[in-house]
């Protein structure tokens, strides 16, 4: 975590702490809902859960602990607040599946299995055609070619 934002294995080979036992600290901090991102050198990088870890953990800071908080994380208020935006309008979008999108989407996985379907059989009938033909080498092979008389 920043502000020195090592990895597990660096901590590890300084302090001789097992891998699993940094982990298992870790795993704990992030079902408190404390932020432990797996890459700080990039929080844009970060995964949701994290980023949402970080907007729940703001929501109710001023202007001034938030820039404390920022400058301990090693983030930018911006970032926090781009995530806040794609967290609210995220869920307002998943919300809104209205009838005309869910007709579409029955529409594309009719298709889509339609397709599937063709493919199979197109397969199924190539690997007969390639099986013919490599019968028929086989067979010329052993009998000879077509003699004609």
Same mark, same amino acid.
């Given at each position: 975590?920043?502000?020195?934002?090592?990895?597990?294995?660096?901590?590890?080979?300084?302090?001789?702490?097992?891998?699993?036992?940094?982990?298992?600290?870790?795993?704990?901090?992030?079902?408190?809902?404390?932020?432990?991102?797996?890459?700080?050198?990039?929080?844009?990088?970060?995964?949701?859960?994290? #980023?949402?870890?970080?907007?729940? @953990?703001? *929501?109710?800071?001023?202007?001034?602990? &938030?820039?404390?908080?920022?400058? =301990?994380?090693?983030?930018?208020?911006?970032?926090?607040?781009?995530?806040?935006?794609?967290?609210?309008?995220?869920?307002?979008?998943?919300?809104?599946?209205?009838?005309?999108?869910?007709?579409?989407?029955?529409?594309?996985?009719?298709?889509?299995?339609?397709?599937? #379907?063709?493919?199979?059989?197109? @397969?199924? *009938?190539?690997?007969e055609a390639a099986a &013919?033909?490599?019968?028929?080498? =086989?067979?010329?092979?052993?009998?000879?070619?077509?003699?004609?008389?």
């Amino acid at each position: 975590m920043p502000p020195n934002s090592q990895t597990v294995q660096q901590i590890s080979q300084e302090s001789s702490i097992p891998y699993g036992t940094l982990y298992a600290w870790k795993t704990k901090y992030q079902q408190k809902g404390i932020s432990v991102p797996a890459d700080s050198s990039n929080p844009d990088k970060w995964s949701g859960k994290n #980023k949402l870890a970080v907007v729940i @953990e703001t *929501a109710s800071l001023n202007s001034a602990e &938030l820039s404390e908080y920022c400058r =301990k994380k090693g983030l930018y208020p911006e970032q926090i607040s781009r995530w806040k935006d794609g967290a609210i309008s995220g869920n307002e979008n998943s919300s809104k599946l209205t009838k005309a999108n869910k007709k579409e989407l029955q529409q594309l996985k009719k298709r889509n299995h339609k397709i599937e #379907k063709e493919l199979t059989r197109k @397969e199924k *009938a190539l690997a007969e055609a390639a099986a &013919l033909l490599i019968l028929q080498k =086989k067979a010329q092979v052993i009998w000879g070619g077509v003699e004609e008389e």
